[in-house]
């Protein structure tokens, strides 16, 4: 089992190359730094001294990936390949359009995406298995058959219109919560209250359904009549026996998630005003702040690949033939 | 002139493709069975009126041309710079009328106050009558009468046709007795029962309001269908070829091929979709932002733009496709037709035409119906975050993106987003549904 | 009857499906009395499993109980509320299932699986229902009861799976098992085993068994009266031994009838033509009628009762047809026992058309950090042997031992990891990979499973040329089909089937398709991989019959691959057998199956339940070792009952014991060779 994991761990190094690669590529290849120079700098008036200066500021005026005229190492590391890519493994991210220190940024900004997005996953994990258990426990009664039509309605529904709405009603009709901002501490929570109600309403339909299906597929299985020719009641049947075997792929499922928790929500914190990585990311977006986004799409791989790898472990954690082989 | 757009072609053919389909499956009862079992679904035939209605819509959508202007004597033939489309002509009522700004559905007057200045040349502060909704009542009083009058005329001419169609599948229903008609029927009946007030009303208002510069909002509603309609077809078009290759590659030759493939889609599933969207939208943006002279016309470079948006959302989406169909060709080609194949000395190429890929078909076909929704809601989604179709496309998302910083108002401006919620919601309604029926239709736990 | 503990009283289950209500149950009843083993017997779909379903009311959700009444004591089970059944399952009637592997949670250990039964119905707590599980699992022969309560069990093999299996029915010592086929997925040495607890069980505790069954060999073994089904219904229920002398109702006799035995060697097997009438539909009149070959008038028109025979000394003895209303059918006639030993002994002289040398096939463990190749499983080590043209060999083993592997690599399905394959004259191995493709048509293979054998994609013409246009049989497309059209005729196929999709068709005939498709490419050689164990005995005699018909019209080799000893009997002209990778003993088919030499061999064939069922049992302790580890010296001596300590020195050279015969044990070296050992009667001689 050990082996196992350090082999997955040491799987992660080449895909940690490759989505380095591919931003590299897509940030410096598909449009060069000029390119960038003269978007960020309009279009239309720019002089070549303008641009160059543009560049030199940002590190932009290096070769791509072979610096001929550098001495030594430095024909390798004096380049933008070198300080703008590879760096990235070592976390460092360098500065924003704005000059801030992205590291920097991302360590203040990940808490507040934290303080919303894990209550969402938590709360939303165990509102969606105790809904699909329900309907799981009544199957082909009226309960499950509105439960389907509701969680395919809810599924229809965009997420905008659960954020704009849940806005709407609670903030502006009923006054119960500000309708958007942050702060530090205890009094976060009256702000982070609505939004996590509308994350785990979202996220009911689909991932109701999807259990369900789960469980009534286990529900079919051979062991679950030998189960009940045991006489055991149908409640232990669904707990001790059912919940058990379908935990195996719902675990797995959102133990992947988990690390991204940490990116927050695009839209959630936008909408609500949290000061979170989702929100950077979106400031960042539409401020064309390449350096950010690039950083960004860096840690995301990383996060999920700390979270395939938890997958893996917590693969051991429930399923016993995997933990003892 | 017809104009031609990359994605109008695209999208004929993606029809002409899916009727060579139908006829393709009604010659193979492998295929004919599973549908045949989808259309007895109730929940399947409404949603098809639906989707049948968005896509009729999306189609006439999809033929542009620019109108030639009037001539004045003695010049050549000029055609006006604007691209319009057949829709466009069906509904010139509604694009021609703009107000100056806000308006609430059915309303007579502007939903700002300004300053008007009366006859006599004093000024005034009130809420100007509209220039188009409403504007042919001499007295705002007559309003009431006027709008149940042209309410009543249109669920009259829309019950006229329900008759009709009542007799019409009456024959029908005689021939195909095992498909729920009556569902199809109702899902009829709601839509021209809406339609047909909705008709009858625009011709003298605003049905559902206009929005910040005026535009009217049933028009834009309607225009915004294509643009769902192309993003949830063409990118699975895009997705298709390349999961299902690699995905069949990978599962059937197995070993360093396989490894390389899956290499490939775990590095590009473990950069977050939207970040990967939105890297690559922005460096398209860059791209044709500096390179105007590559577009003839303001349409064609938001049209490449839609399409560069498919390909990329298929690009970053075929992952998950590839892995089933990975699964499903390493459990294939273990089965015992497939070594008889062997034992036959067939060769790789013809194995995996003709056993896996035709093994495989029903996972596509629930793959791609299921993508449909998902991608309708993620171009709302995109277009929010600023990485969707350029801001001049009509569609869902810049509908909502331009009418959400309204709600802060007082009183709210509700419509647009309703207008664009409701319709989406519809569409993305009826697809689901649709997808389920096709699920269940092809599952393959189910006997032929 | 008094001392009847579970009475069934006119039972009909009914099933909904796509094609409308099925009536799988249709008017059961049965007795079974305290301490009795009671056999259902019947082929796929004669509605016995779900008769056993029913009463446990345990059936799928398609399913209801439609009519009828289970009496258990007297309380009728069908009446209780669902919280009252619940005590009744698992405390006074238990069942266990035939596929051990899925029946068992697998994510929970094999004693918390035992415990719960205990803690549900008895009102033991705490250690006492831990003692209680260990004794359970000691008392069902599982070896180191206090380690094996902690496993999961995926680390079991089957035997002991549904050894835990039957310790969780007999957790709360119920009144009344039923068993539902416990041993068709278990190989013939563990049933064995599985048989003898059963046996063992029912004896000490007086508990009643029902055994749901197909196998008549299992009958015999086990029951004491015996009823047959056959579409819903039942056909006759007797004594084993009444039964077993002289079966009274037409389909019970057919069902006799289709099984291969050594007897019937040079014959046709009797099959029964037709299939199972749709149970959708209600009946005019008796529902064997149509496959019946002594059906008159009178059975279209009234349905028969089960009724007692007219001058019948067996007293509990019931037959529902008409025939009997006349009296007791004719004892079946015993066909010549005489063997023509002439065409065994003429294999050697037919020319070899396959040879294969020293034959290995290893897969390689990976494991550790960087996935090294720590080892391999020997999947195939070292097999030679030699097929004659037009003979069959057949090649026996347990599941595991290498045999399907083996065939696959004869044909170069499996790329091969050493030794030779000479077809025809030429070395497989050195045919370069385009002239290899091109041989393919004169080596086939027919599968096993006859549901994954055709591609349900494409119709039965395409799949009958496929094999044709790859190899360039025949002019053109049109002269093809000709030739698609004779294949189907000689496999007794309609022409229309041409048209039709693999879906249409029942089992038996998709293995007909798949024989034709072996024959388009006019093979000389057709390995067939336990071509019928997935069929009915009445279909598998049609099967067997097509077989030997192709054989001696068309000359075919046949590598005849099965765990079915008596279909060797039947059909084959020499026998290998496999154990653990290595064939340990092979001969002519007298020779091997009259008089086994390796104790292996003798054990196995001891272990098959045959219909006369009386026959010593060689017990073989323990199950087949990984061939990733195989035992060091001979692979059998951990379970070999005649080991000696030599045997765990070298693995024994193969000892010639005549023309046509050899053997790989030490106990027929050179000096010994002479020397017979005691043993067992001849086999081809009993009847």
Known sequence: MFAYIVRRILYAIPILVGVNLITFALFFIVNTPDDMARMQLGAKRVTPEAIEKWKAERGYDLPLVWNASAEGSAKATGTIFFQKSVRLFVFDFGFSEDKRDIAGEIRARMWPSLALALPVFLVGLAVCITFALLMAFFRASYLDFWGVVACVAMMSISTLFYIIGGQYLASKIWHLVPISGYAGGLDAVRFLILPVVIGVVGGIGASSRWYRTLFLEEMGKDYVRTARAKGLTEGVVLFRHVLKNAMIPILTGVVVVIPTLFLGSLLMESFFGIPGLGSYTIDAIQAQDFSVVRSMVFIGSVFYIVGLILTDISYTVVDPRIRLE | MPVILVTDVLVWLLAAAATGYAFYCRRHPHLAVPWARVFRSTAAMASVVVLGVYVALGLLDSLHFRPELEKKDGEQKAYSSEVLSVLDLALSHLRGRSEKTYSAPLATRSFAKEQIELPDGRQLRDFPRLRFGGAHLQDEGEWAGDVAKRMLTGIAVAAALLFLIFLVMKIIRKRRPEIPWSAAYAAIAVLA????????????????????????????????????????????????????????????????IDDVIQYLYTTLNSIPGVLLIAAAVLMMQVYIDLHPEMFQTAVQRADLRLLFLCIILGLTSWTGLARLLRGEALKLSQLEYIQAAHAFGVRDTRILARHILPNVSHIVIIAMVMDFSGLVLAEAVLSYVGVGVDPSTNSFGTMINAARMEMAREPVVWWALATAFTFMFALVLAANLFADAVRDGFDPRVRM | ????????????????????????????????????????????????????????????????????????????????????????????????????????????????????????????????????????????????????????????????????????????????????????????????????????????????????????????????????????????????????????????????????????????????????????????????????????????????????????????????????????????????????????????????????????????????????????????????????????????????????????????????????????????????????????????????????????????????????????????????????????????????????????????????????????????????????????????????????????????????????????????????????????????????????????????????????????????????????HPPAGCHFHPRCPKAMPECREAYPEAVQLGRTRTVNCILYRASKAASSTPGRRGRCGTG
Not at chain 3, 230 to 258: C, M, N, T
Not at chain 3, 279 to 302: I, M, P, Q, S, W
Not at chain 3, 406 to 433: E, M, N, W, Y
Request: with cysteine.
């Open chain 2, 193 to 256: 029962l809406l339609a047909g007030p909705a008709a009858a009303l625009s011709s003298g208002y605003h049905v559902l309001g206009t929005d910040k510069v005026g535009q009217d909002i049933f028009y834009l509603a309607l225009k915004s269908v294509r643009t769902s309609l192309v993003i949830g077809t063409l990118t699975t078009l895009v997705l298709l070829p390349v999961g299902i290759a690699l995905g069949i590659a990978a599962g059937y030759f197995k070993g360093w």
């Open chain 3, 1 to 628: 009857m008094s001392n009847s503990i579970l009475e069934v009283v006119n039972l009909k289950t009914h099933l909904d499906t796509a094609t409308g209500e099925l009536r799988a149950v249709d008017g059961v009843d049965i007795k079974l009395r305290k301490g009795e083993c009671f056999a259902l017997v019947g082929e796929s779909g004669s509605g016995k499993s779900m008769t056993a379903l029913s009463l446990m009311r345990l059936l799928p959700e398609a399913g209801r109980i439609a009519d009828g009444r289970v009496l258990l004591d007297g309380q009728d089970l069908l009446a209780l509320p669902e919280a009252a059944m619940r005590a009744v399952r698992g405390r006074r009637v238990a069942m266990i299932f035939q596929e051990p592997s899925t029946a068992l949670n697998p994510v929970l250990t094999v004693g918390r699986q035992i415990t719960e039964v205990i803690e549900r119905h008895t009102a033991l707590t705490g250690e006492a229902v831990r003692a209680r599980a260990l004794a359970l699992l000691d008392a069902v022969g599982i070896p180191d009861a206090a380690r094996r309560c902690e496993e999961y069990p995926f680390q079991l093999s089957g035997g002991l799976k549904q050894r835990v299996m039957i310790a969780c029915a007999l957790a709360a010592e119920p009144e009344v098992l039923i068993a539902d086929e416990p041993t068709t997925a278990l190989d013939v040495t563990i049933q064995a085993q599985i048989l003898d607890l059963l046996a063992k069980l029912q004896a000490e505790r007086q508990m009643a068994i029902l055994l749901i069954t197909h196998d008549l060999g299992i009958v015999a073994r086990m029951a004491q009266r015996v009823a047959v089904m056959y579409a819903g219904e039942i056909v006759e229920i007797a004594d084993r031994d009444a039964f077993f002398a002289a079966p009274q109702h037409p389909y019970s006799q057919k069902l006799f009838d289709a099984l291969p035995t050594p007897e019937k060697r040079g014959t046709e097997l009797s099959v029964i033509p037709g299939q199972v009438p749709p149970l959708t539909g209600k009946f005019e009149g008796c529902r064997f009628v149509e496959r019946c070959e002594v059906a008159y008038l009178r059975c279209r028109h009234e349905v028969p009762q089960l009724i007692a025979i007219p001058g019948d000394a067996t007293a509990h003895r019931l037959v529902r047809c008409h025939l009997r209303e006349q009296g007791l059918a004719p004892p079946p006639q015993n066909v010549s026992t005489e063997v023509e030993e002439g065409t065994l002994v003429a294999v050697a002289s037919m020319p070899v058309i396959v040879e294969a040398e020293n034959l290995k096939v290893h897969f390689p463990i990976h494991k550790g950090l960087f996935k090294r190749t720590v080892g391999y499983v020997r999947a195939v080590d070292g097999v030679s042997l030699a097929i004659h043209a037009g003979r069959t060999l057949a090649l026996v083993g347990e599941s595991g031992c290498g045999k399907t592997t083996a065939g696959k690599a004869l044909l170069r399905l499996i790329a091969p990891t050493g030794g030779r394959v000479v077809f025809a004259g030429k070395d497989l191995s050195t045919l370069s990979r385009n002239a290899l493709r091109k041989g393919r048509g004169a080596m086939q293979i027919i599968f096993q499973d006859p549901y994954a054998s055709l591609n349900p994609r494409m119709r039965i013409a395409d799949i009958l040329s496929e094999g044709m246009r790859s190899l360039d049989v025949g002019r053109d497309d049109k002269d093809r089909m000709y030739r698609v059209a004779e294949l189907l005729e000689q496999v007794g196929l309609p022409l229309e089937a041409l048209a039709r999709y693999p879906h249409e068709f029942s089992g038996g005939q998709r293995q007909r398709i798949a024989i034709a498709r072996a024959l388009a490419v006019e093979p000389k050689l057709i390995v067939c991989d336990e071509p019928t164990s997935a069929l009915d005995v009445s279909v598998q005699a049609q099967i067997l019959n097509l077989l030997k018909s192709l054989q001696e019209r068309l000359g075919i080799a046949y590598l005849f691959i099965t765990h079915n000893i008596s279909i060797v009997e039947y059909l084959a002209h020499e026998v290998a057998v496999m154990y653990l990778g290595r064939i340990i003993e092979r001969g002519t088919t007298a020779e091997v199956l009259g008089d086994p030499k390796h104790p292996y061999t003798q054990a196995l064939l001891s272990a098959v339940p045959t219909v006369d069922g009386k026959r010593e049992i060689i017990r073989l302790g323990g199950e087949l070792p990984s061939p990733a």
